[in-house]
């Protein structure tokens, strides 16, 4: 569906020489943004995420992909910072600053700080909690030149306790979070099984993809950009085309929703209700557009 809206839209600028910000996208859960996003980039086509911030900038991502991102590369010191105490393992930001002050002393890295942590007394009861560390990431690099990208990267979020910390927040933003890490792996499993590229499927190329991802929602937000945004977020708004997508069950509507009569009817309202302020959106626009001769479409 990602493909499907990108190419749409890549058609219809091109054709009808369309602006980008004629152009917006609508989704239930912003957990869905990621294929549109990707999909969008391999066009060539810029965008912002209205509300929220890019998929790979949400802080769940960001944790599971230093987890990876030290797997691949030990000696990646901020990757090891972020999530060194995360989720809480005891390890404290004045033990962090020791280690940090070890490593800058002797001239070495964290990572080998870490190795050899029972041999510095001023870590004091933190060593045990740092050796736990240490043997976890040790046990998750063993993996690599015997599993493919998804296989480490799902064995890890789950070791980790990333995943059972997110699941276990039953609250609306705990969900959104699970949501996003869930999608994450959805992502590195289509990145493995993809059979349409002749590039590497291991880990260390997955992340390579990724820092160029990152690196392209350093853009600043201003300027011709087709939108991404929910369905929550779209009320009041209008737009010349718009792609209403992720209409099926377990998404629009919520997968949350469907076990309550009540939640039911408040997902078929929501959608009425950006559908009926999409209608008059489009009318308005095709008024003003046939008093001026010019042709339209609605998406």
Request: aromatic residues 10%; glycine residues 4%; charged residues 30%.
């Amino acid at each position: 569906e990602g493909k499907s809206v990108a190419n749409s839209i890549f058609e219809e600028k091109n054709q009808k020489q369309k602006a980008n910000s004629d152009f917006a996208i609508l989704y239930r859960t912003n957990a869905q943004s990621r294929s549109f996003e990707e999909s969008l980039r391999k066009l060539n086509i810029p965008y912002r995420i209205y509300g929220g911030m890019s998929f790979y900038q949400r802080k769940e991502v960001k944790d599971l992909l230093s987890y990876l991102r030290l797997v691949v590369n030990p000696k990646d010191e901020e990757a090891l910072k972020r999530i060194i105490n995360y989720p809480a393992r005891k390890i404290g930001n004045t033990t962090i600053d020791k280690l940090v002050v070890l490593a800058s002393e002797n001239e070495v890295s964290i990572w080998e700080i870490l190795q050899e942590a029972h041999h510095f007394p001023v870590l004091g009861s933190s060593v045990a909690h740092l050796k736990d560390f240490y043997t976890m990431i040790c046990s998750f690099q063993t993996m690599l030149t015997t599993k493919n990208a998804y296989e480490i990267a799902e064995y890890v979020a789950k070791q980790s306790t990333l995943l059972r910390t997110l699941y276990e927040d039953k609250t609306v933003e705990g969900v959104s979070r699970y949501e996003n890490l869930v999608e994450l792996l959805n992502a590195i499993k289509e990145f493995t099984e993809d059979d349409t590229s002749e590039k590497e499927k291991d880990l260390s190329a997955f992340l390579q993809e990724i820092a160029l991802y990152t690196d392209a929602d350093k853009d600043d937000e201003d300027g011709d950009k087709v939108t991404l945004m929910t369905i929550h977020s779209s009320k009041g708004l209008e737009f010349k085309h718009v792609f209403v997508v992720g209409l099926e069950e377990n998404l629009f509507p919520s997968q949350m929703s469907l076990t309550n009569r009540q939640d039911l009817e408040e997902e078929r309202r929501l959608f009425h209700h950006m559908k009926i302020m999409k209608q008059r959106a489009a009318q308005n626009f095709k008024n003003a557009t046939k008093a001026n001769g010019a042709e339209t479409r609605w998406e």
